[in-house]
């Protein structure tokens, strides 16, 4: 077969916009389909140092690395450029800016990415391709004939099996050759015919596409949706023929998933195995980290090494009241001594010694009451400094690293596409789609962190649908283990009233927003790629830069929470709001009037909020009231502030004061049935 | 014969597309008039798996009886 050359006119290849991290080098654009190992080879060329920032107007995530000469931008996987979902516009944009395109194909699957290749072909865009996976290939006897791929599609080809590092090192040749590939004639005209509108050849082709945003920046009207099906059509065919060409030995048919693969996307051992994956996860997030790391970080490290030298530093010279605790090996107080230090410990450096002494080497908690309001607004018992690195560095940091590390084995391996295809039955009762999974899970480890995570859902419905329940039904680590440890003395009656209550909560709003939001649904139509055993080193390097990210765009939110709860505990406003919430905590949740303050506290740390109410002595069905109410009530500053980011100032306000009325309305429901 | 209808192991040709942009995903995918399909698994509430130019998709129940098909 033969594809009659095309004469090429000058095209103009202009930089419309800028993108994040702008520098003046060429600009070499990593694109593939999800699953082709495109990370892989980003990481391989990337070296250390990578800039992960959100597209502009979006909240995709797009990293950016130096590489030689060029400016190295990755994109989301994409099996084609169009406006479909926020990812593809994403991808979309930075292609259109792009000087030189890396696509990644897989080998075993021609069929499907060759598209993709072909499309960025017709954008006139130079391009190369690296045909990765080609071991898999030959496992399952394909032959795949790289140099007639490469004549096909007039672009330099290369085979690589890139978690092996075979072939990589033959990238940057391959980048020096890109170029421009054949395109169909009849297409090729068209294309010109539309450039003298809108100025590139790529946009052009997705103008002709139907693409309805591209078409609107250069106030012309996209083709309508025949005429895309026309291109794609015949795009299709060409991809056909030239794999026709290009593969050899198609005609055997195989059963290409491994047993696992195939197991647990089939009814009988699905299940089951999903629930074995989820139980791994649990211990090593849930028991592993959120216990035994987070116990010697937070409470060894951060508290009893950082805040108090932080502190100890701070009181030097500064009127302080120190109280010293004495605990035992349950944590309950043996002793307790205050002293107050008016020049400061430094300032009666024998007096502080003594106390020390006193202490010695037990086990022990200090408390620095200063005198200066300042120095109480940064480091007292709700300093925003000594808070927020404590609690970030020291308890959310292991979290997040370990469901990152563990999300990335599951990304990685293939099983999380499985995952979402077993539930996606299930999650559309809340009106998700299978995908929505992550996020839900992630909420069990950090509702902030999964709130971000929120962004890979397809529509804003789904993101909005998701962050509703995140914020609302689901309880984070740092709560769930005070909330356990509550129930475990209220009972099995208790735990299962609260259970029922919280889970019915969560499908009666997921079903009212999947009925009242306009909208539907959007369809489960997901690619199950092979399982790999995953490479430790590409998951490692992924838990990086997803924690890294996560620390970057959430840090400031937690000690902006911090800050303002200082001040208002400073200021004095904190006891108002208690005294303003007695009324409804006494007559309407039935509760003690101390847990006011457990309920404000939970604003700054979910788990602050239910920890409040261990003091109480409640009885079992106050204990499930008191519960429900923090549950459902406001997550953490920290989330509160990185939805409104997320989801805008508006509906992140109408989900915030929902939260407030329902948690406080159900937890008086709950409470006036069954007190 | 719609696609939701295919019992497991079975094999089949698609027919007919449903139109939108979802054509355009399946295009895109490969998954075009005339391409051969096989069942792999079917799970509880409709979701279908199914295989084709030796990759597998994970298809919701209502997206597969858009699918019209003949089975071989």
Not at chain 1, 293 to 305: A, M, N, P, S
């Amino acid at each position: 077969m033969s594809v009659p050359s095309v004469e090429h006119k000058p095209h103009h290849h202009i930089r419309t916009e800028s993108l994040p991290g702008d520098t003046l080098k060429p600009r070499v654009v990593l694109v593939g389909n999800p699953n082709v190992g495109k990370s892989v080879v980003f990481n391989y060329l990337s070296g250390l140092y990578v800039d992960v920032s959100n597209f502009p107007g979006t909240t995709v995530e797009v990293a950016k690395a130096s590489y030689l000469q060029y400016d190295l931008f990755d994109t989301p996987g994409v099996y084609g450029v169009s406006s479909f979902n926020d990812e593809e516009r994403v991808a979309r944009d930075i292609i259109l800016n792009a000087d030189i395109i890396v696509n990644i194909v897989d080998a075993v699957h021609l069929e499907r990415d060759l598209f993709l290749t072909q499309q960025l072909i017709d954008m006139g865009k130079r391009v190369c391709v690296i045909v990765n996976m080609i071991d898999e290939a030959r496992k399952q006897k394909l032959a795949v004939d790289l140099a007639t791929l490469e004549e096909e599609l007039d672009v330099p080809v290369l085979g690589t099996v890139a978690i092996r590092k075979e072939g990589l090192d033959g990238i940057h040749a391959l980048i020096t050759r890109a170029r421009e590939g054949r395109q169909r004639e009849a297409l090729h005209a068209e294309l010109h015919r539309m450039l003298s509108v809108v100025g590139s050849q790529a946009e052009a082709l997705l103008v002709l596409e139907g693409d309805p945003i591209i078409a609107a920046r250069h106030g012309i009207a996209a083709s309508d949706a025949a005429h895309r099906e026309e291109i794609y059509i015949d795009r299709r065919n060409r991809v056909n023929r030239i794999v026709h060409h290009v593969v050899k030995d198609v005609q055997t048919r195989k059963l290409l998933s491994t047993r696992i693969g195939r197991a647990s996307v089939s009814p009988w051992f699905g299940f089951p195995i999903l629930a074995f994956v989820l139980y791994l996860v649990y211990l090593f997030v849930g028991v592993f980290v959120a216990q035994d790391v987070v116990g010697i970080t937070e409470g060894d490290i951060g508290k009893g090494i950082v805040e108090f030298h932080i502190k100890e530093f701070i009181a030097a010279h500064a009127a302080v009241t120190v109280t010293a605790t004495l605990l035992d090996d349950d944590d309950e107080v043996i002793e307790e001594r205050a002293e107050r230090f008016a020049n400061g410990v430094k300032g009666e450096a024998d007096r502080w010694r003594s106390m020390r002494a006193w202490v010695a080497e037990r086990p022990a908690e200090y408390d620095f009451a200063f005198e200066n309001p300042w120095l109480v607004l940064f480091f007292g018992e709700f300093g925003a400094v000594t808070m927020t690195l404590t609690y970030l560095v020291f308890l959310l940091l292991p979290l997040v690293l370990g469901f990152y590390f563990a999300l990335s084995i599951l990304e990685d391996s293939g099983y999380l596409p499985r995952l979402a295809t077993l539930v996606d039955r299930t999650l559309r009762f809340v009106g998700l789609n299978g995908r929505a999974v992550i996020p839900l899970i992630l909420g069990f480890g950090c509702v902030t962190m999964a709130t971000i995570t929120t962004r890979l859902l397809g529509t804003q419905r789904e993101k909005t649908i998701a962050t509703t329940i995140l914020q609302l039904a689901i309880p984070c680590s740092a709560q769930l283990g005070v909330i356990a440890a509550l129930l475990a003395t209220a009972g099995v009656q208790a735990t299962l009233i609260y259970t029922g209550v919280i889970f019915a909560f969560l499908v009666l709003v997921g079903t009212i927003m999947n009925r009242s939001l306009p909208g539907e649904i959007s369809p489960l139509l997901i690619d199950l790629p092979a399982m790999r055993l995953p490479q430790l080193n590409n998951v490692m390097k992924k838990t990086g830069f997803k924690t890294w990210f996560f620390m970057k765009e959430a840090s400031p939110w937690f000690f902006i929470g911090a800050l303002a709860v200082s001040i208002l505990q400073v200021t004095g406003a904190l006891v108002h709001i208690m005294d303003a919430l007695q009324p409804l905590v006494t007559g309407w949740l039935q509760l003690p009037r101390e847990a006011a303050t457990a309920f404000v506290m939970g604003l700054v740390r979910r788990d602050f909020g239910a920890a409040g109410l261990y003091d109480l002595s409640l009885s079992p069905y106050q204990t499930v009231a008191a519960l429900v109410t923090i549950t459902l009530f406001v997550p953490c500053v920290a989330s509160l502030m990185v939805m409104l980011k997320e989801r805008g100032l508006h509906e992140g306000m109408i989900i915030w004061v929902g939260s407030l009325v329902l948690a406080i309305g159900i937890g008086g429901v709950v409470s006036q049935v069954l007190l | 014969m719609m696609l939701n209808h295919l019992a497991k192991g079975l094999r089949a040709r698609i027919t007919a597309l449903p139109d939108g942009e979802i054509r355009s995903q399946f295009i895109r995918l490969g998954l075009v008039e005339g391409a051969e399909v096989r069942c792999m698994d079917r799970l509880p509430g409709g979701t279908i798996i199914v295989e084709f130019c030796r990759q597998e998709i994970a298809l919701s129940g209502e997206l597969a009886a858009s699918i019209a098909i003949d089975q071989l």
